[in-house]
């Protein structure tokens, strides 16, 4: 996973799915009640005809399971915190570009405002249908400075997408454990599996 994974949300709970250990226990906290609800869709998705009742996970759920050390980032992504508008997330990190970079160097000067540790904000159009993710970035800002979409394209070119080749500004992607649709609504996300 990597940091605009992250920030384009959809891709979070195709790694969270694949990656997260079942949870165990009687915990009442918001994390706990997304960690069960992951379960939910995993083991829904093994079934030959999975229950097509939505699952709602709410803005808390989420954020409270991203704070939880139960969550996974990619080196360099300190912290995660995700707001839900119908049919937009927007996304806050704190990344250290130095560690997400892996000591890999660019040469264009445009790339070099990625170094150090700094607040990301990112927002971006998201949906699931038929199976698949359609996600695309309207805007990133790093301490409140939007940076041009040129420039983007260019730390995705150089940094991203030789590790995670389907990243791009506008993705499509196949959702896991037969989720069908995708719904991102006003602090929520609802997913429906066939």
Do not use: C
């Not at 990597?2 to 799915?17: C, V």
């Not at 069960?36 to 808390?60: A, C, M, Q, W, Y």
């Not at 989720?179 to 609802?190: A, E, F, K, M």
């Amino acid at each position: 996973m990597n940091p605009l994974f992250l920030l384009l949300f959809f891709p979070f709970f195709a790694l969270t799915l694949s990656l997260a250990p079942a949870w165990s226990g009687a915990d009442t906290t918001p994390a706990a009640s997304m960690e069960r609800k992951l379960e939910h869709i995993r083991s829904n998705g093994r079934l030959p005809h999975p229950d097509p009742t939505p699952t709602v996970f709410t803005e808390e759920e989420i954020n409270a399971y991203l704070a939880s050390s139960r969550a996974r980032f990619p080196a360099g992504v300190e912290s995660v915190n995700l707001q839900e508008d119908p049919g937009m997330v927007t996304a806050a990190l704190k990344i250290d570009f130095d560690q997400l970079k892996a000591g890999r160097t660019a040469e264009n000067p445009l790339l070099s405002i990625f170094t150090g540790i700094h607040d990301v904000v990112a927002r971006a159009h998201a949906h699931g249908a038929h199976g698949k993710a359609f996600v695309a970035v309207d805007s990133v800002s790093i301490d409140k400075v939007e940076i041009p979409r040129l420039v983007l394209q260019l730390f995705v070119d150089r940094y991203l997408r030789p590790q995670y080749p389907q990243v791009g500004l506008d993705s499509e992607f196949a959702l896991p454990a037969r989720i069908d649709t995708g719904v991102v609504g006003s602090h929520r996300l609802t997913l429906t599996q066939s």
